[in-house]
């Protein structure tokens, strides 16, 4: 009984460990939206949206990069299994492509705290993918959680509602909720890898892709300003979010994640109004309470039964928590959490969890 007290107690701290990942993730991506927004105010994505799309990320690849450099004290390669590298790949695709073109479109027409509302759906894509596709498990608080968001979007897009929730402003928003929903689906495949190297290797990839199209499609190189803002608003936004994210998905599992991850356009949406005075209407405020109570119930969700965990080895970071231990084949110096392959065996118990790289299992 005393070890299931010290194992309920350790699980609860990494939902807590994890939940602030999402949350972190939430806060840095939802604050760069508006001022991504400033951007295209600044002329840089009114020609090119693959341009600024492309800076975002290769802000977010170049900063990514060198805290890798810096914490290994040089290059190290990576160890991704084999049959990890197509989920980066399409991961990369899906989010360092397709997803940030579609939003500089959809913000070039629409307002920005219109747009931080109406990326909520991504969560709600995510969790969809996340259960039709990828078999994760899920309840009723949840999915009641998910309406609530997704009747939040329809008010923005209701007739008589702000005339930016019409067009091909909301469409590209939609396209670019798609895309992000399918990477994070993918990226969930490897987020026992380094976050770091997932998130950088991302940016990169995508932003010089991004770059490239919009230099070739007759973009004019930005000032030296706008440059610099729109690398460090990569960086923070997409860069340090994304890294944030991948963790959170470690311990959360997709759709959980995205359900925290939903609170990104509340604080965008506030940003837009706070520090750039746009306008708003009944239907905004009526659309941000649904969601609101939307994400509430994601937040205050619990998930607790009797489980069993098959046999499995696998690395990545961890603490030695009651699913890690095992024995070290090396001399260990005590530090947590560390990295290094390791075996699960057979265990069958009950602690609050959620669907991460540890809990598969089916629901009977």
Not at 345 to 353: D, E, M, T, V
């Amino acid at each position: 009984m005393v070890w299931l007290v010290g194992s309920t107690s350790k699980s609860m701290s990494t939902l807590h460990r994890a939940a602030l990942s999402a949350l972190g993730a939430a806060i840095l991506f939802g604050a760069s939206t508006p001022f991504a927004k400033q951007l295209i105010g600044d002329g840089l994505a009114t020609a090119s949206p693959f341009l600024l799309a492309g800076l975002l990320y290769l802000g977010s690849g170049l900063g990514l990069t060198l805290m890798r450099l810096l914490r290994d004290r040089g290059w190290k390669p990576i160890e991704l299994p084999r049959d990890e590298w197509p989920w980066l790949l399409g991961a990369i695709a899906f989010g360092g492509v397709l997803g940030p073109l579609s939003l500089m479109v959809g913000l070039s027409h629409s307002t920005a705290a219109t747009a931080s509302l109406f990326l909520n759906l991504e969560s709600v894509l995510t969790a969809v993918l996340a259960w039709v596709v990828f078999r994760e498990s899920t309840d009723r608080r949840i999915v009641l959680g998910m309406l609530m968001i997704v009747a939040g979007g329809a008010v923005l897009a209701w007739p008589g509602g702000e005339a930016s929730a019409f067009g091909i402003g909301p469409l590209a928003l939609a396209g670019a909720c798609l895309a992000w929903a399918i990477d994070n689906n993918l990226t969930r495949k490897v987020s026992a890898s380094d976050a770091l190297f997932i998130a950088g290797s991302k940016g990169l990839v995508a932003g010089g892709v991004n770059t490239g199209l919009g230099l070739a499609l007759g973009a004019a190189w930005p000032t030296g300003g706008v440059l610099s803002a729109a690398l460090l608003v990569g960086f923070l936004g997409y860069g340090l979010s994304l890294v944030l994210f991948v963790l959170a998905l470690r311990g959360l599992g997709t759709a959980r994640t995205g359900a925290y991850f939903s609170t990104a356009p509340f604080v965008g949406a506030a940003i837009s109004i706070a520090v750039f005075g746009e306008p708003t209407s009944p239907a905004f405020w009526f659309a941000a309470a649904l969601m609101a109570v939307g994400v509430w119930l994601h937040l205050t969700e619990k998930h607790q039964h009797e489980h069993e965990h098959l046999p499995m080895s696998h690395a990545h970071p961890h603490r030695h928590d009651s699913h890690h231990q095992h024995m070290h084949e090396f001399e260990w110096d005590g530090v947590e959490p560390h990295t290094h392959p390791h075996p699960h065996g057979a265990l069958k118990h009950r602690h609050p969890h959620a669907p991460d790289i540890h809990h598969q299992h089916s629901h009977s």
